[in-house]
């Protein structure tokens, strides 16, 4: 807002002059200035009485000159803009960016480059940065941020784009201040020291509270000088509405229409107003009424005890100041951004006081509008976060206050992208400011301190205990913005530790420690045992809290480690607070006994106590001490004895009680604790929660079992388990024995003596009952105990298995990111995002998967519509672990039966061993003594034995197969340590005590080892092979492997010879089943041998499903023929149809009369623009539009489809009421969410689910007569008609025609407008006696045999019920295709029929043609059947009109625009010449009253053909222009023109060249007849362009007359190779017409005088002069494309970035959305740009509905750019996203910009997309997504 202003206003230098005065005088002050204002604001910016509140304009040049120019002018004292010139150039470029962001804007990060994931680039930057060709993410801003470029901070690399690398380079030598003239200085800080208080008091008033005295009206304003309008506009007040996030937008409106009764489009428009500003006036009147208005919308919003509405009444003056502090704020942001000295003085002003300016805003954030809060931030931004002093200082300032801030935020409801502590992002990434307010500001403690006065108010027993519904929920989740600021704080760990930051850091560690303490245990859980709990207790809240710390607590860990006093330090802490939790269950001990081993256990029952997930102290520990080695410190060095410091087994408990409860869980004991535990133990497990959960517990156990006995600790282990019992040896028995006592004494009580009969059966069923109950529970308790002994070997393999963690394992980060991909990868290929999604986060949200990626797996490139994938390379498949620590138990069985079948596949033995784990560090190598000791060989000497032996019941494969993997691990264990010449480790030695190779081998062959017996062979094999390495054991390993040799002879002998025999048994059951069948099949064909006989000539008929006529066609003619005297007619062939409802069949056409059973087709019709031409033109008034011919731009049509299948039309008719029944049923609210509309007789297919709107009647063949005609008589000598005689008699009908107006015939009144009355023929005898004396009898005869003939005029008998189907469907054509109210005696039904017929046809052509295949190549059944059923509908349509009339007045109105012309007519340019020739083509038969006929393909249907040809041979001439490109079919020279057409035409050549000439004269001519002026042409040239573009009409023509006469085509039109040449050719050849040239087709004279009076209309020349505009169509081949959209996604997202809203002044749109079928930006999904539709209504729909129905006909495909998704609408109320056509380099979408991977466009995405738009598929896939997607919370449509 910086301005140039050569003429100065005399009252604005005065001021300047007396304002200067003072100045020198030195008494100006701010009052001067505010004194100024007190009188002149209110008189601009004061909102006038009574007016309209939507539209409330100020003249804002009259404010620059009486407001700003004073200020510009005294602070600059003289000419602004040469001051301002001056400053600039004294700035060098500058280095950083700063741009502030909006919402919505396109920012982009580096994955390779960036500090975290809140560094980020503007687009400019990006684009001009090497960043560009990295790894970058792009994302969309919220707002409130700025660029970082220049930010040394931000950036590991690259820290500067090529424009702001020129600012580095010029390094600034000097202080700019220094360089301008102090009294600039005073004069700018004066100036500056006026706006800052101004605003601030201004922008945070309330209601209530009086403005400052200085700018208050006062008493002697009211005298009458020029201040009395000022003191009038004391008594004006407004009614001020305020934006909050509590109320929805739907409850803001419907209270303003109550509260100032305004209509409900003023109403949106108050709404989106107070959302986009923070608030609107919404009433300008006297106090009590605005007070009034007030009131009542907050009585009304109230209610229910809700908060209301946020609404005060201030004097208009008073808005006048804060409309004007708001113009000052903004001003002052574009002063700071345009010089750096500016900037330098603001920020000397507001830090000045200790800053206090800051403070103040900082304290009274909330109490401003969303509009001035964003204002501050963003002059903070500007003034202070630009220079990195300043930057400090604000943070400072900033970290001072937040308490009080957070504070404010909880109770605040305003988002937290509007709130001042959004800023911390920009401050606490910064790591000099971060480690500076650590050391300095204790800003750790400030943070934590503030969250820990929240967490007291919800501590139950010292723990949090965090309800649902509680009141003070939301304020939680508020404060919870806490832990990211934290997480901000902590990013980038100190390089040097100072006192200062170690005591700030401590002291937060502290408090979080507090935090932890809180969280330990929380939400604990209690067995619910004999009933199922009432309620699900709160779950959610814990995990959210805990999903936040877990960004945080790895930070703290890697901060703690960073430094040797520190970690000290803060382990010490750490050990004093788990003894402050220490509790007396942990003090309670009792012994336990398992072999020689007496262990001290801790006294608690999992399965009875309270057990919790939550234990971050715990987890903390184990975080912690893996990092003690490095400084030479271990859990018991002495620096952290502490008293009370817990035990390695007290340290391990809460951990243990975790594992076992999950295991119990497992195991059902739990299934009465409901889905809240089901949750917990899911996300426990789960990617996102597992790091500081899972991972940590087992680290921790891993801990334990460095610091405790092995023994010890698996006995631990044992007990926690409660598998003491299970252990012993005699455990089976003892169950046994129990059992059998059990059951005696239960027999001993049946048997007892009682007195009375009735007691003792009595006492018999109750014993009955107990004892079944008793054994029940054992059966359970035996399950139960089974199912944890499982989960205890596999918790004993994860401890002495699992070492991928830097720090227990020998490996590093990548290799531990490489154990995961490979377990992820061995359950199944996976695409890119999956992968990366299973993946665990690090601190900066990656996952590190690029780093190692490559050389673990190969990545398959995306094929078709599958994404790309990646897929493990198979030298790292020995890498799998079966019991992967991570895996669920679905994906361990996914997994497992994956390799099981890679390996089968392979010819491998069908198990998958354990893999070599890498060594543990030296502080952790003591776990692999848990592999060797005692309890260990005890457990598995136990499992082993027990598999043996048949009886036992607590034994399962499962166990045998982890006992297996353990005992692998083992033996790995003993194979490294023999290699590295370590002699601690002596598995196989111990494993002798147990003879373990001898129970291994016992077990070879046992029938329940079957399943595993695979591993245990690879087991006794690895046994084998690491006692080999021993030389004092190799006698040992010979014995042995001679015994395992014979043993294995043995037992694969037995099992082959078993096997033998058991298939010989089954091979003679077989021979007797088949013997048998053969026998019963000789009897039954003898005994029915005459059904066989009666059915032998038909069944081969009837094995063929759906013949068409294309297969007949190697036993036919080579030259068929479709129409005229060669016509090649073919019996049709009966096809059976199924009906999809009762399953019986049918054929169409067998029934005579009434018993043919009628059968539909599911279809739907739907207006179109598809193919239109000239999108500027809309079908406006479908009541009055006459659908007697297509337009030639083709700008509306009615499209009709089906899925092809078949059902009979009563089971249809009662499929289809049933629906609606079904529908109506419903409350009206769940109808508007369906996939399909009962209100628009719109239903599923029962089979496919296809959308349909009605019912398409399957008909006879029209040929079926003809075809008879022809083998039952021999052709005789049939008189024949010239064309020229044809037409002829055609203009006799035209000239006795008779026309009468609609004023006589009532029913019709609705068609009076768009019909020009009734059109009636004259009888065909008048006819014939007129032609008869121009021409001759003969000729007369032959005229009338082309009506009369019994080919055309024996039509089928069709059913009644067939007939009111056939009307229905014509119906539902005309109400459909126009979407006009049912009326079923209209004219314009046929029309619309034939309409759409030729519709559907033009756009299956388009569509094949887009294809690049030939006309009929790869057409579907659904498109066969669709279209042979409408054509030969469309040929019965005379039969079931209610008024023949209807069929005559069109085709004689038809026939009168084709040969007559005239004014009311249109002209040859503007119709479609095919269209025409449809609607004449089978109207014409029935012209004559009482004569009704149909097309079959006579020489009237030629001579049609060959007039409609010409109408569009002449559009082509018209239209022609010497730069008409010829895309594919253009000659390469004048001389070969026609060299690729048919090899068999004779005289080629010289046919291409008399073509060529006589176009050019046809040219000529048509062009002198229309007077427009000649134009030289190339003759061959010129014949390629008429071929190319005639081809499509022929291609029309061919499907037409294809599938009405049912001619079989020729193999050129069905071959998978598309010549264009030679299709031309065919086409005329199939369609009767010349074979190989075009002359002789229309070389009759007639034909020449239809050619001269098409061009001598008038308009004709007209529309040709103006080609260049879309009123005449001059690309007749053109296929409609989609929008062109650029490769690189944010190309396009840079591009609408700054699209604004049209509804706002101004404002960006939030959701900008283009239709990809015209390329217009629309602002969807926003209330401000929602439009009352239809007009009247009340109702309201979106930006995007409401250009869909223009548009698309109510159908539209819509980009959604920010989001990157594809909208697809149709109608108002359904809708769909699919993906889009946009793929990162991965092939996959990314819809949301969640992934944020560079996107390019895939060119086959995109085609695929315009496949459907072009097939009319849009409405269809949008019901088979809702409908596949029925759980998903539905959409509002009508509102995007």
Same mark, same amino acid.
Request: hydrophobic share 35%.
């Given at each position: 807002?910086?301005?140039?202003?050569?003429?100065?206003?005399?009252? #604005?230098?005065?001021?300047?002059?007396?304002?200067?005065?003072?100045?020198?005088?030195?008494?100006?002050?701010?009052?001067?200035?505010?004194?100024?204002?007190?009188?002149?604001?209110?008189?601009?910016?004061?909102?006038?009485?009574?007016?309209?509140?939507?539209?409330?304009?100020?003249?804002?040049?009259?404010?620059?000159?009486?407001?700003?120019?004073?200020?510009?002018?005294?602070?600059?004292?003289?000419?602004?803009?040469?001051?301002?010139?001056?400053?600039?150039?004294?700035?060098?470029?500058?280095?950083?960016?700063?741009?502030?962001?909006?919402?919505?804007? *396109?920012?982009?990060?580096?994955?390779?480059?960036?500090?975290?994931?809140?560094?980020?680039?503007?687009?400019?930057?990006?684009?001009?940065?090497?960043?560009?060709?990295?790894?970058?993410?792009?994302?969309?801003?919220?707002?409130?941020?700025?660029?970082?470029?220049?930010?040394?901070?931000?950036?590991?690399?690259?820290?500067?784009?090529?424009?702001?690398?020129?600012?580095?380079?010029?390094?600034?030598?000097?202080?700019?201040?220094?360089?301008?003239?102090?009294?600039?200085?005073?004069?700018?800080?004066?100036?500056?020291?006026?706006?800052?208080?101004?605003?601030?008091?201004?922008?945070?008033?309330?209601?209530?509270?009086?403005? *400052?005295?200085?700018?208050?009206?006062?008493?002697?304003?009211?005298? *009458?000088?020029?201040?009395?309008?000022?003191?009038?506009?004391?008594?004006?007040?407004?009614?001020?509405?305020?934006?909050?996030?509590?109320?929805?937008?739907?409850?803001?409106?419907?209270?303003?229409?109550?509260?100032?009764?305004?209509?409900?489009?003023?109403?949106?428009?108050?709404?989106?107003?107070?959302?986009?500003?923070?608030?609107?006036?919404?009433?300008?009147?006297?106090?009590?009424?605005?007070?009034?208005?007030?009131?009542?919308?907050?009585?009304?919003?109230?209610?229910?005890?809700?908060?209301?509405?946020?609404?005060?009444?201030?004097?208009?003056?008073?808005?006048?100041?804060?409309?004007?502090?708001?113009?000052?704020?903004?001003?002052?942001?574009?002063?700071?951004?345009?010089?750096?000295?500016?900037?330098?003085?603001?920020?000397?002003?507001?830090?000045?006081? &200790?800053?206090?300016?800051?403070?103040?805003?900082?304290?009274?954030?909330?109490?401003?509008?969303?509009?001035?809060?964003?204002?501050?931030?963003?002059?903070?931004?500007?003034?202070?976060?630009?220079?990195?002093?300043?930057?400090?200082?604000?943070?400072?300032?900033?970290?001072?206050?937040?308490?009080?801030?957070?504070?404010?935020?909880?109770?605040?409801?305003?988002?937290?992208?509007?709130?001042?502590?959004?800023?911390? %992002?920009?401050?606490?990434?910064?790591?000099?400011?971060?480690?500076?307010?650590?050391?300095?500001?204790?800003?750790?403690?400030?943070?934590?301190?503030?969250?820990?006065?929240?967490?007291?108010?919800?501590?139950?027993?010292?723990?949090?205990?965090?309800?649902?519904?509680?009141?003070?929920?939301?304020?939680?989740?508020?404060?919870?913005?806490?832990?990211?600021?934290?997480?901000?704080?902590?990013?980038?760990?100190?390089? %040097?530790?100072?006192?200062?930051?170690?005591?700030?850091?401590?002291?937060?560690?502290?408090?979080?420690?507090?935090?932890?303490?809180?969280?330990?245990?929380?939400?604990?859980?209690?067995?619910?045992?004999?009933?199922?709990?009432?309620?699900?207790?709160?779950?959610?809240?814990?995990?959210?809290?805990?999903?936040?710390?877990?960004?945080?607590?790895?930070?703290?860990?890697?901060?703690?480690?960073?430094?040797?006093?520190?970690?000290?330090?803060?382990?010490?802490?750490?050990?004093?607070?788990?003894?402050?939790?220490?509790?007396?269950?942990?003090?309670?001990?009792?012994?336990?006994?398992?072999?020689?081993?007496?262990?001290?256990?801790?006294?608690?029952?999992?399965?009875?106590?309270?057990?919790?997930?939550?234990?971050?102290?715990?987890?903390?520990?184990?975080?912690?001490?893996?990092?003690?080695?490095?400084?030479?410190?271990?859990?018991?060095?002495?620096?952290?004895?502490?008293?009370?410091?817990?035990?390695?087994?007290?340290?391990?408990?809460?951990?243990?009680?975790?594992?076992?409860?999950?295991?119990?869980?497992?195991?059902?004991?739990?299934?009465?604790?409901?889905?809240?535990?089901?949750?917990?133990?899911?996300?426990?497990?789960?990617?996102?929660?597992?790091?500081?959960?899972?991972?940590?517990?087992?680290?921790?156990?891993?801990?334990?079992?460095?610091?405790?006995?092995?023994?010890?600790?698996?006995?631990?282990?044992?007990?926690?388990?409660?598998?003491?019992?299970?252990?012993?040896?005699?455990?089976?028995?003892?169950?046994?024995?129990?059992?059998?006592?059990?059951?005696?004494?239960?027999?001993?009580?049946?048997?007892?003596?009682?007195?009375?009969?009735?007691?003792?059966?009595?006492?018999?069923?109750?014993?009955?009952?107990?004892?079944?109950?008793?054994?029940?529970?054992?059966?359970?308790?035996?399950?139960?105990?089974?199912?944890?002994?499982?989960?205890?070997?596999?918790?004993?393999?994860?401890?002495?298995?699992?070492?991928?963690?830097?720090?227990?394992?020998?490996?590093?980060?990548?290799?531990?990111?490489?154990?995961?991909?490979?377990?992820?990868?061995?359950?199944?290929?996976?695409?890119?995002?999956?992968?990366?999604?299973?993946?665990?986060?690090?601190?900066?949200?990656?996952?590190?998967?690029?780093?190692?990626?490559?050389?673990?797996?190969?990545?398959?490139?995306?094929?078709?519509?599958?994404?790309?994938?990646?897929?493990?390379?198979? +030298?790292?498949?020995?890498?799998?672990?079966?019991?992967?620590?991570?895996?669920?138990?679905?994906?361990?069985?996914?997994?497992?039966?994956?390799?099981?079948?890679?390996?089968?596949?392979? &010819?491998?033995?069908?198990?998958?061993?354990?893999? #070599?784990?890498?060594?543990?560090?030296?502080?952790?190598?003591?776990?692999?003594?848990?592999?060797?000791?005692?309890?260990?060989?005890?457990?598995?000497?136990?499992?082993?034995?027990?598999?043996?032996?048949?009886? +036992?019941?607590?034994?399962?494969?499962?166990?045998?197969?982890?006992?297996?993997?353990?005992?692998?691990?083992?033996?790995?264990?003993?194979?490294?340590?023999?290699?590295?010449?370590?002699?601690?480790?002596?598995?196989?030695?111990?494993?002798?005590?147990?003879?373990?190779?001898?129970?291994?081998?016992?077990?070879?062959?046992?029938?329940?080892?079957?399943?595993?017996?695979?591993?245990?062979?690879?087991?006794?094999?690895?046994?084998?092979?690491?006692?080999?390495?021993?030389?004092?054991?190799?006698?040992?390993?010979?014995?042995?492997?001679?015994?395992?040799?014979?043993? +294995?002879?043995?037992?694969?002998?037995?099992?082959?010879?078993?096997?033998?025999?058991?298939?010989?048994?089954?091979?003679?059951?077989?021979?007797?089943?088949?013997?048998?069948?053969?026998?019963?099949?000789?009897?039954?064909?003898?005994?029915?041998?005459?059904?066989?006989?009666?059915?032998?000539?038909?069944?081969?008929?009837?094995?063929?499903?759906?013949?068409?006529?294309?297969?007949?066609?190697?036993?036919?003619?080579?030259?068929?023929?479709?129409?005229?005297?060669?016509?090649?007619?073919?019996?049709?062939?009966?096809?059976?149809?199924?009906?999809?409802?009762?399953?019986?069949?049918?054929?169409?056409?067998?029934?005579?009369?009434?018993?043919?059973?009628?059968?539909?087709?599911?279809?739907?019709?739907?207006?179109?623009?598809?193919?239109?031409?000239?999108?500027?033109?809309?079908?406006?008034?479908?009541?009055?539009?006459?659908?007697?011919?297509?337009?030639?731009?083709?700008?509306?049509?009615?499209?009709?489809?089906?899925?092809?299948?078949?059902?009979?039309?009563?089971?249809?008719?009662?499929?289809?009421?049933?629906?609606?029944?079904?529908?109506?049923?419903?409350?009206?609210?769940?109808?508007?969410?369906?996939?399909?509309?009962?209100?628009? +007789?719109?239903?599923?297919?029962?089979?496919?689910?296809?959308?349909?709107?009605?019912?398409?009647?399957?008909?006879?063949?029209?040929?079926?007569?003809?075809?008879?005609?022809?083998?039952?008589?021999?052709?005789?000598?049939?008189?024949?008609?010239?064309?020229?005689?044809?037409?002829?008699?055609?203009?006799?009908?035209?000239?006795?025609?008779?026309?009468?107006?609609?004023?006589?015939?009532?029913?019709?009144?609705?068609?009076?407008?768009?019909?020009?009355?009734?059109?009636?023929?004259?009888?065909?005898?008048?006819?014939?006696?007129?032609?008869?004396?121009?021409?001759?009898?003969?000729?007369?005869?032959?005229?009338?045999?082309?009506?009369?003939?019994?080919?055309?005029?024996?039509?089928?008998?069709?059913?009644?019920?067939?007939?009111?189907?056939?009307?229905?469907?014509?119906?539902?054509?005309?109400?459909?295709?126009?979407?006009?109210?049912?009326?079923?005696?209209?004219?314009?039904?046929?029309?619309?029929?034939?309409?759409?017929?030729?519709?559907?046809?033009?756009?299956?052509?388009?569509?094949?043609?887009?294809?690049?295949?030939?006309?009929?190549?790869?057409?579907?059944?659904?498109?066969?059947?669709?279209?042979?059923?409408?054509?030969?509908?469309?040929?019965?349509?005379?039969?079931?009109?209610?008024?023949?009339?209807?069929?005559?007045?069109?085709?004689?109105?038809?026939?009168?625009?084709?040969?007559?012309?005239?004014?009311?007519?249109?002209?040859?340019?503007?119709?479609?010449?095919?269209?025409?020739?449809?609607?004449?083509?089978?109207?014409?038969?029935?012209?004559?009253?009482?004569?009704?006929?149909?097309?079959?393909?006579?020489?009237?249907?030629?001579?049609?053909?060959?007039?409609?040809?010409?109408?569009?041979?002449?559009?082509?001439?018209?239209?022609?222009?010497?730069?008409?490109? #010829?895309?594919?079919?253009?000659?390469?020279?004048?001389?070969?023109?026609?060299?690729?057409?048919?090899?068999?035409?004779?005289?080629?050549?010289?046919?291409?060249?008399?073509?060529?000439?006589?176009?050019?004269?046809?040219?000529?001519?048509?062009?002198?007849?229309?007077?427009?002026?000649?134009?030289?042409?190339?003759?061959?040239?010129?014949?390629?362009?008429?071929?190319?573009?005639?081809?499509?009409?022929?291609?029309?023509?061919?499907?037409?007359?294809?599938?009405?006469?049912?001619?079989?085509?020729?193999?050129?039109?069905?071959?998978?190779?598309?010549?264009?040449?030679?299709?031309?050719?065919?086409?005329?050849?199939?369609?009767?017409?010349?074979?190989?040239?075009?002359?002789?087709?229309?070389?009759?004279?007639?034909?020449?005088?239809?050619?001269?009076?098409?061009?001598?209309?008038?308009?004709?020349?007209?529309?040709?002069?103006?080609?260049?505009?879309?009123?005449?169509?001059?690309?007749?081949?053109?296929?409609?494309?989609?929008?062109?959209?650029?490769?690189?996604?944010?190309?396009?997202?840079?591009?609408?970035?700054?699209?604004?809203?049209?509804?706002?002044?101004?404002?960006?749109?939030?959701?900008?959305?283009?239709?990809?079928?015209?390329?217009?930006?629309?602002?969807?999904?926003?209330?401000?740009?929602?439009?009352?539709?239809?007009?009247?209504?009340?109702?309201?729909?979106?930006?995007?509905?409401?250009?869909?129905?223009?548009?698309?006909?109510?159908?539209?495909?819509?980009?959604?750019?920010?989001?990157?998704?594809?909208?697809?609408?149709?109608?108002?109320?359904?809708?769909?996203? #699919?993906?889009?056509?946009?793929?990162?380099?991965?092939?996959?979408?990314?819809?949301?910009?969640?992934?944020?991977?560079?996107?390019?466009?895939?060119?086959?995405?995109?085609?695929?997309?315009?496949?459907?738009?072009?097939?009319?598929?849009?409405?269809?896939?949008?019901?088979?997504?809702?409908?596949?997607?029925? &759980?998903?919370?539905?959409?509002?449509?009508?509102?995007?």
């Amino acid at each position: 807002m910086l301005f140039d202003h050569d003429i100065m206003d005399p009252t #604005v230098a005065e001021l300047v002059e007396r304002w200067s005065s003072l100045y020198k005088e030195g008494r100006f002050s701010a009052l001067n200035v505010r004194e100024y204002w007190r009188v002149k604001v209110p008189e601009i910016y004061s909102p006038q009485p009574n007016c309209n509140c939507l539209r409330i304009t100020f003249d804002e040049e009259l404010a620059q000159k009486m407001l700003f120019d004073p200020l510009e002018r005294f602070m600059c004292g003289g000419d602004p803009s040469q001051v301002y010139q001056m400053v600039r150039q004294l700035d060098t470029p500058p280095s950083l960016c700063g741009r502030v962001f909006k919402n919505g804007d *396109p920012t982009y990060g580096c994955r390779d480059c960036g500090m975290d994931p809140t560094c980020v680039l503007c687009a400019d930057c990006f684009k001009n940065s090497a960043h560009s060709k990295h790894r970058y993410k792009i994302s969309t801003s919220s707002g409130g941020g700025y660029c970082d470029c220049g930010d040394r901070e931000a950036w590991k690399s690259d820290v500067f784009c090529d424009i702001h690398i020129k600012g580095q380079m010029a390094e600034q030598s000097k202080n700019p201040l220094e360089m301008i003239p102090p009294d600039l200085i005073e004069r700018i800080h004066l100036i500056f020291d006026c706006i800052l208080p101004y605003a601030k008091e201004l922008l945070t008033y309330e209601e209530g509270f009086s403005i *400052p005295k200085d700018l208050e009206i006062r008493e002697q304003d009211r005298e *009458p000088t020029n201040l009395s309008s000022l003191y009038d506009s004391k008594d004006t007040f407004v009614t001020m509405l305020y934006n909050d996030e509590t109320h929805t937008y739907d409850q803001v409106i419907s209270t303003l229409e109550r509260a100032i009764d305004c209509s409900q489009k003023d109403a949106v428009a108050f709404a989106t107003s107070i959302d986009r500003e923070g608030r609107c006036i919404v009433r300008c009147s006297s106090f009590q009424q605005c007070s009034q208005t007030k009131n009542v919308m907050e009585k009304q919003t109230s209610r229910g005890s809700g908060r209301p509405l946020r609404v005060q009444v201030m004097p208009t003056y008073v808005i006048a100041h804060q409309i004007f502090a708001s113009r000052l704020l903004t001003w002052l942001h574009n002063i700071l951004e345009s010089a750096q000295a500016f900037r330098l003085i603001f920020s000397e002003i507001v830090n000045r006081d &200790g800053g206090s300016i800051v403070e103040n805003i900082i304290w009274t954030d909330t109490k401003m509008w969303k509009t001035a809060r964003v204002q501050w931030h963003r002059l903070f931004i500007s003034g202070m976060l630009m220079d990195q002093e300043s930057k400090k200082m604000f943070a400072r300032t900033f970290t001072k206050n937040y308490s009080r801030m957070m504070k404010d935020f909880i109770l605040d409801d305003h988002d937290h992208a509007v709130s001042v502590a959004s800023l911390g %992002v920009q401050l606490f990434t910064m790591p000099t400011i971060a480690h500076m307010l650590v050391a300095e500001e204790d800003v750790l403690a400030r943070l934590l301190n503030t969250f820990l006065s929240e967490c007291d108010k919800k501590l139950k027993d010292n723990k949090l205990a965090l309800e649902q519904r509680s009141s003070n929920t939301l304020s939680f989740r508020r404060i919870q913005y806490i832990l990211y600021d934290l997480k901000y704080l902590l990013g980038v760990k100190p390089e %040097v530790w100072t006192r200062e930051l170690r005591s700030g850091f401590l002291h937060g560690y502290n408090l979080l420690l507090r935090l932890l303490s809180m969280m330990q245990g929380m939400d604990p859980m209690v067995r619910q045992v004999g009933t199922h709990m009432e309620y699900e207790p709160e779950w959610e809240s814990a995990f959210n809290l805990h999903i936040k710390l877990a960004a945080v607590i790895p930070l703290v860990i890697e901060w703690a480690a960073s430094d040797r006093i520190v970690l000290i330090k803060a382990y010490r802490m750490l050990m004093k607070s788990l003894a402050e939790l220490c509790t007396e269950d942990m003090k309670r001990r009792y012994v336990r006994e398992l072999l020689d081993y007496s262990v001290s256990c801790i006294e608690y029952d999992v399965s009875s106590a309270p057990v919790s997930i939550h234990l971050p102290l715990s987890r903390l520990v184990a975080g912690l001490t893996l990092h003690l080695d490095k400084y030479g410190l271990n859990y018991n060095s002495p620096e952290f004895l502490v008293t009370g410091k817990p035990s390695p087994e007290e340290l391990m408990e809460p951990v243990l009680r975790t594992q076992v409860m999950i295991a119990q869980v497992h195991a059902g004991m739990w299934r009465r604790n409901g889905f809240s535990l089901i949750n917990q133990i899911y996300f426990y497990h789960n990617v996102r929660c597992r790091q500081e959960m899972l991972d940590r517990d087992v680290m921790l156990l891993q801990i334990a079992a460095t610091l405790i006995d092995s023994n010890e600790f698996l006995v631990h282990l044992l007990n926690r388990f409660n598998l003491m019992s299970w252990a012993q040896e005699d455990y089976e028995m003892k169950y046994l024995r129990d059992d059998v006592e059990d059951g005696v004494a239960g027999k001993a009580h049946a048997t007892t003596a009682t007195p009375h009969r009735a007691f003792r059966v009595f006492r018999q069923v109750h014993l009955v009952l107990v004892n079944s109950s008793k054994l029940g529970n054992d059966e359970d308790n035996m399950r139960q105990t089974v199912v944890l002994v499982e989960e205890y070997l596999q918790l004993v393999m994860t401890i002495v298995s699992e070492r991928y963690t830097p720090g227990i394992g020998q490996i590093g980060e990548e290799e531990r990111i490489k154990k995961e991909i490979i377990q992820l990868l061995s359950i199944e290929p996976m695409p890119h995002s999956v992968l990366n999604k299973a993946l665990p986060e690090g601190t900066n949200h990656e996952t590190g998967m690029e780093k190692v990626i490559d050389s673990v797996a190969d990545f398959k490139k995306s094929s078709g519509a599958t994404k790309g994938f990646y897929e493990l390379k198979k +030298s790292y498949y020995s890498h799998y672990n079966l019991f992967f620590y991570h895996y669920t138990r679905e994906e361990q069985s996914k997994s497992e039966v994956a390799q099981r079948a890679r390996k089968k596949t392979a &010819g491998e033995e069908e198990c998958c061993p354990p893999p #070599v784990p890498p060594a543990f560090t030296v502080p952790f190598t003591m776990i692999v003594n848990i592999l060797q000791c005692d309890v260990f060989l005890h457990i598995l000497k136990t499992v082993l034995k027990r598999m043996m032996d048949l009886k +036992s019941q607590s034994v399962s494969e499962s166990q045998l197969q982890k006992v297996l993997h353990l005992v692998g691990y083992a033996l790995h264990e003993e194979e490294r340590y023999y290699h590295n010449n370590d002699p601690y480790f002596h598995f196989t030695r111990r494993a002798q005590k147990i003879n373990l190779l001898g129970l291994l081998e016992g077990l070879v062959g046992h029938h329940r080892t079957t399943t595993h017996k695979d591993l245990l062979a690879w087991t006794i094999r690895k046994y084998h092979s690491v006692l080999s390495l021993s030389a004092s054991s190799s006698k040992e390993a010979q014995t042995s492997e001679a015994v395992m040799a014979s043993t +294995s002879t043995s037992v694969a002998a037995s099992a082959s010879s078993e096997k033998k025999r058991r298939s010989d048994i089954a091979a003679q059951r077989k021979a007797r089943i088949m013997m048998k069948m053969a026998s019963m099949q000789q009897n039954f064909i003898k005994t029915n041998e005459t059904l066989f006989q009666e059915t032998s000539s038909t069944e081969q008929t009837n094995d063929v499903v759906e013949p068409t006529p294309m297969d007949l066609t190697e036993q036919l003619p080579e030259d068929m023929i479709a129409i005229g005297p060669r016509q090649t007619l073919v019996q049709p062939q009966e096809v059976s149809h199924t009906c999809i409802l009762c399953h019986q069949e049918d054929q169409v056409g067998r029934g005579e009369g009434s018993t043919g059973r009628a059968m539909v087709l599911g279809a739907l019709v739907q207006r179109s623009t598809v193919l239109s031409r000239n999108r500027a033109r809309r079908l406006d008034q479908p009541d009055n539009h006459d659908p007697l011919l297509l337009p030639a731009d083709l700008y509306w049509g009615a499209h009709t489809s089906s899925c092809g299948h078949t059902m009979h039309a009563h089971c249809w008719q009662e499929y289809f009421d049933d629906v609606v029944k079904k529908e109506r049923r419903k409350p009206y609210r769940f109808r508007q969410n369906l996939s399909f509309d009962i209100d628009k +007789s719109e239903y599923l297919c029962p089979l496919c689910e296809a959308l349909c709107n009605t019912a398409l009647p399957l008909l006879p063949s029209v040929t079926t007569t003809a075809v008879n005609l022809r083998s039952q008589d021999p052709p005789s000598a049939t008189p024949t008609i010239s064309l020229t005689d044809w037409i002829k008699g055609l203009q006799t009908i035209l000239k006795h025609k008779s026309v009468h107006s609609h004023r006589d015939e009532k029913e019709e009144e609705e068609d009076t407008n768009c019909v020009e009355g009734t059109w009636t023929p004259p009888s065909l005898p008048s006819v014939v006696m007129d032609l008869m004396s121009i021409t001759s009898p003969e000729t007369a005869e032959a005229f009338t045999n082309l009506f009369s003939n019994l080919a055309a005029t024996t039509i089928p008998a069709i059913p009644s019920y067939t007939m009111n189907m056939m009307s229905n469907f014509a119906h539902a054509v005309y109400v459909h295709g126009l979407g006009v109210h049912p009326n079923l005696s209209s004219r314009r039904i046929p029309l619309m029929v034939w309409a759409s017929a030729a519709y559907t046809i033009l756009t299956l052509e388009e569509t094949q043609r887009n294809a690049n295949r030939a006309l009929l190549t790869s057409l579907s059944s659904r498109q066969r059947d669709c279209l042979s059923a409408l054509i030969r509908f469309a040929a019965y349509v005379p039969q079931c009109v209610k008024k023949k009339q209807a069929i005559e007045s069109a085709s004689v109105r038809l026939l009168s625009v084709i040969l007559e012309g005239g004014e009311t007519a249109p002209c040859i340019l503007e119709w479609d010449s095919f269209s025409a020739l449809v609607t004449l083509s089978l109207s014409l038969p029935s012209i004559f009253p009482k004569i009704l006929g149909m097309a079959v393909g006579s020489m009237q249907d030629l001579y049609l053909l060959q007039v409609c040809f010409l109408a569009h041979l002449v559009q082509l001439l018209l239209t022609y222009e010497k730069q008409n490109p #010829v895309s594919e079919m253009e000659v390469e020279d004048d001389e070969e023109g026609g060299e690729e057409a048919p090899k068999d035409s004779a005289g080629e050549s010289g046919a291409a060249t008399g073509d060529a000439e006589w176009l050019v004269s046809m040219l000529d001519h048509c062009r002198r007849m229309a007077s427009l002026p000649p134009i030289a042409v190339q003759p061959q040239r010129l014949l390629a362009y008429i071929k190319e573009n005639c081809l499509p009409f022929l291609r029309c023509c061919g499907l037409f007359f294809h599938f009405l006469t049912e001619v079989p085509a020729p193999e050129e039109l069905q071959s998978s190779v598309f010549v264009w040449e030679s299709e031309f050719y065919c086409l005329l050849r199939y369609l009767g017409l010349s074979i190989n040239q075009l002359r002789p087709t229309f070389d009759d004279p007639a034909l020449l005088e239809l050619v001269s009076r098409w061009c001598s209309d008038s308009r004709v020349r007209t529309l040709v002069t103006s080609a260049g505009s879309e009123a005449c169509v001059n690309s007749w081949t053109r296929i409609n494309q989609l929008v062109s959209l650029p490769h690189d996604y944010s190309e396009l997202i840079n591009t609408v970035s700054q699209f604004p809203c049209p509804a706002s002044s101004g404002d960006d749109s939030r959701t900008p959305t283009m239709c990809l079928v015209c390329g217009k930006m629309l602002c969807s999904q926003s209330y401000c740009c929602q439009t009352e539709f239809p007009e009247g209504s009340r109702v309201m729909v979106g930006a995007c509905t409401y250009h869909a129905h223009y548009c698309g006909a109510g159908t539209g495909i819509f980009l959604r750019v920010r989001e990157c998704k594809i909208l697809l609408l149709s109608g108002r109320i359904k809708g769909c996203f #699919v993906s889009p056509p946009y793929l990162d380099e991965y092939g996959e979408t990314d819809q949301g910009l969640k992934r944020g991977n560079p996107l390019h466009l895939d060119a086959t995405q995109y085609s695929r997309l315009h496949a459907m738009w072009l097939s009319h598929s849009i409405p269809d896939t949008i019901a088979h997504t809702v409908e596949s997607n029925s &759980g998903v919370v539905p959409t509002e449509w009508q509102h995007l």
